[in-house]
Structures are given as structure tokens and as C-alpha cells.
T-cell receptor
Framework: DAGVIQSPRHEVTEMGQEVTLRCKPI?????LFWYRQTMMRGLELLIY????????DSGMPEDRFSAKMPNASFSTLKIQPSEPRDSAVYFC????????????FGEGSRLTVL | GENVEQHPSTLSVQEGDSAVIKCTYS??????FPWYKQELGKGPQLIID?????GEKKDQRIAVTLNKTAKHFSLHITETQPEDSAVYFC????????????FGTGTRLAVRP
């Protein structure tokens, strides 16, 4: 398996633009997670899905952020409108189970909002 | 609340020496403690984990110890090599928060050749 695949790897955009990050989890994994990594706050869980259903979105910073999982092999994280403070590396991860067990991370999408 | 403190934030060692990274957690009900290694430009990758029913686990040059009474756990890397240079994250599972995995803030390890 190719692992978790994220795109784009790098995104530079201007404040106010819409940003869409994409993720393909490992086939057969029932859980998908979106994390944000910054120097100040480390790795923060934004939202996670179980069998394509959003379970906990309490980590989503505000209404400008939204995430969808239309099927088992694809998820998106959208920021609209983007702001400079959204600049971070966004990771998607998938796993077989919630809690105990390995999280498989993608290589991340580095977002820079000017 | 869910909190994981990790120290030190940076660590530099000579190749061949040992490195130790320490973490503390706040909930005595926490029962799972993984360690992830993040290389430059990559996502974190699990390197070792420990459950609350054991005090120590080893895998070649890496080991993790757990002190449930004190609510802290440590990562030990022996005979360090340049390829061990990376950022290391500890994490703790919080059953009281719906099995939320909370990460520490990371330790940047540099191994000097």
C-alpha cells in the first residue's frame, strides 16, 4: 500500500482565498484524522471520521474550517476564507481503530497564507 | 484536562551516547503511550508504544519506561546514530475524553557525528 496520500504538498495563497487540502487514507482503515502542526501549538487534532462520518470536530478552530469525507477513500479539509494565522502543516492520518493502535500519517500539506 | 508535557524541547548528543526524553500526563486513567518520530519533511511515524499494564518495553536501541504512580514515561535511545536525528513526540490516550490521543510538544534531537 502507498500509505496515506496528501495533496498538495505545498500551498501558498493570499488572505481571503479558499484552500482545499486532500487526503487518501490507507485502504481498509476505518478512521481518518486531520491534524494541524505549528511551532506554537504542536500537533492539534482538528476532526476525525469513523466510516466516513464526522465524530468529533471540537478541534476545528472556527467556522472557516470544514471537512468532508464523501467516501472511504477521500477526504477534504477546506478553509474559506483563509487567514495568515492558518499557516501551518496539515496532516491527515488513518488507522484501523480509535485509541490504541498506530496512526499512519501522510507527509503533510504545508500551507502559507500571505 | 488533557495535557502532555514533554522535555527537553531540544537535545544534542554525541554519536554513540544515549538520549532520554521525558513526558508527563495528567489523567491516571490514561492507558496507552506511543512515541512518534518525525523526520524533516515527513509525517510522524510510530516507533514504539507501551500500555499501562507494563513498566518497560524495548525494541533494539530504543526503550520506553512508564511510571504510573508518578504519571510519567520516558523514551531512551542508546548508541545514538546520525539517522536518529529527528523530532520525537510522546502521546497519551485519554479514555475520559473519548479516547483522545494528546501529543506532547516535541523534542528536536540532534546527533553529532
Amino acid at each position: 500500500d502507498a500509505g496515506v496520500i496528501q495533496s498538495p504538498r505545498h500551498e501558498v495563497t493570499e488572505m481571503g482565498q479558499e484552500v482545499t487540502l486532500r487526503c487518501k487514507p490507507i485502504s481498509g482503515h476505518d478512521y481518518l484524522f486531520w491534524y494541524r502542526q505549528t511551532m506554537m501549538r504542536g500537533l492539534e487534532l482538528l476532526i476525525y471520521f469513523n466510516n466516513n462520518v464526522p465524530i468529533d470536530d471540537s478541534g476545528m478552530p472556527e467556522d472557516r474550517f470544514s471537512a468532508k469525507m464523501p467516501n472511504a477513500s477521500f477526504s477534504t479539509l477546506k478553509i474559506q476564507p483563509s487567514e495568515p494565522r492558518d499557516s501551518a502543516v496539515y496532516f491527515c492520518a488513518s488507522s484501523l481503530a480509535r485509541g490504541v493502535g498506530e496512526l499512519f500519517f501522510g507527509e503533510g500539506s504545508r500551507l502559507t497564507v500571505l | 484536562g488533557e495535557n502532555v508535557e514533554q522535555h527537553p524541547s531540544t537535545l544534542s548528543v554525541q554519536e554513540g551516547d544515549s538520549a532520554v526524553i521525558k513526558c508527563t500526563y495528567s489523567d491516571s486513567a490514561s492507558n496507552y503511550f506511543p512515541w512518534y518520530k518525525q523526520e524533516l519533511g515527513k509525517g510522524p511515524q510510530l516507533i514504539i508504544d507501551i500500555r499501562s499494564n507494563v513498566g518497560e518495553k524495548k525494541d533494539q536501541r530504543i526503550a520506553v519506561t512508564l511510571n504510573k504512580t508518578a504519571k510519567h514515561f520516558s523514551l531512551h535511545i542508546t548508541e545514538t546514530q546520525p539517522e536518529d536525528s529527528a523530532v520525537y513526540f510522546c502521546a497519551a490516550l485519554y479514555p475520559s475524553s473519548g479516547d483522545k490521543l494528546t501529543f506532547g510538544t516535541g523534542t528536536r534531537l540532534a546527533v553529532r557525528p
